[in-house]
């Protein structure tokens, strides 16, 4: 096989990487508010760039209970139909995006979310309804020392072109309706905890015209050095 042709298909082979995350929370440096409050905002990721931010439209409390295996997690109560945790992040250079987190709640917390995303903060797609993960119809209760698998959460909007290489993509785990974790309603007192968000992605593949240019580049530098 010509050379030339080996190089030009390791050019295009390298436009293609492992996925990598590309923001993630675990909630580990967070400290919650003291006082009830409506909104929290400005949550910065822990790795990688982007913000957390919840509504309520009631003053709720927020708290860091323990996480999934981990010393804190992002929660709190006084949840209503259309509240929600929103997470921000620039997905830049990357395609084929995955979403994962771990979710639970007290039983009297929401058990119904719908996972929806934006690309202007604005306007909203639902792409999936889920349930919190329950054991026999009751709470998965956390603690720092175990972690539960079956509390995690998993999407994938690879299929999703729209979330590929932009600046602003914003997922929102939003409540459905006011089935509690047990099964009967929703009460005040209860909670709603995540942990570990995490957005990943592949590295996106560079362009057909970039693919080309960077071979013919790569046959002319050979083409050079055989020369000598």
Not at 2 to 28: D, T
Not at 86 to 106: E, K, L, M, R
Not at 117 to 142: L, P, R
Not at 157 to 179: C, K, P
Request: with cysteine; glycine share 10%.
């Amino acid at each position: 096989m010509s050379k030339y042709f080996v190089l030009a298909g390791a050019l295009c082979i390298s436009g293609v990487a492992n996925a990598a995350v590309i923001s993630s929370w675990n909630f580990e440096n967070y400290t919650a508010p003291t006082t009830a409050t409506t909104d929290v905002t400005g949550v910065a990721a822990d790795t990688g760039t982007g913000t957390l931010s919840s509504h309520h439209g009631t003053a709720a409390t927020f708290s860091t209970p323990a996480g999934n295996g981990s010393v804190k997690s992002f929660s709190s109560n006084t949840w209503s139909v259309g509240d929600y945790d929103q997470f921000q992040v620039a997905t830049t250079g990357f395609q084929a995006i995955n979403v994962s987190f771990d979710q639970t709640g007290s039983n009297t917390g929401p058990r119904d979310f719908t996972f929806s995303y934006s690309t202007d903060g604005t306007n909203f797609t639902a792409f999936q309804s889920y349930q919190v993960a329950t054991n026999a119809g009751a709470s998965i209760g956390w603690s720092s020392a175990t972690a539960h698998p079956e509390s995690n959460v998993v999407f994938d909007l690879s299929g999703v072109a729209a979330l590929n290489n932009v600046s602003n993509v914003y997922f929102r785990i939003i409540q459905a309706d006011t089935t509690s974790v047990n099964g009967a309603t929703v009460l005040v007192a209860g909670s709603d905890r995540v942990d570990n968000f995490t957005v990943s992605g592949t590295a996106a593949v560079p362009e057909p015209a970039s693919i080309t240019a960077l071979g013919l580049g790569g046959l002319a530098l050979l083409r050079r050095r055989r020369g000598k």
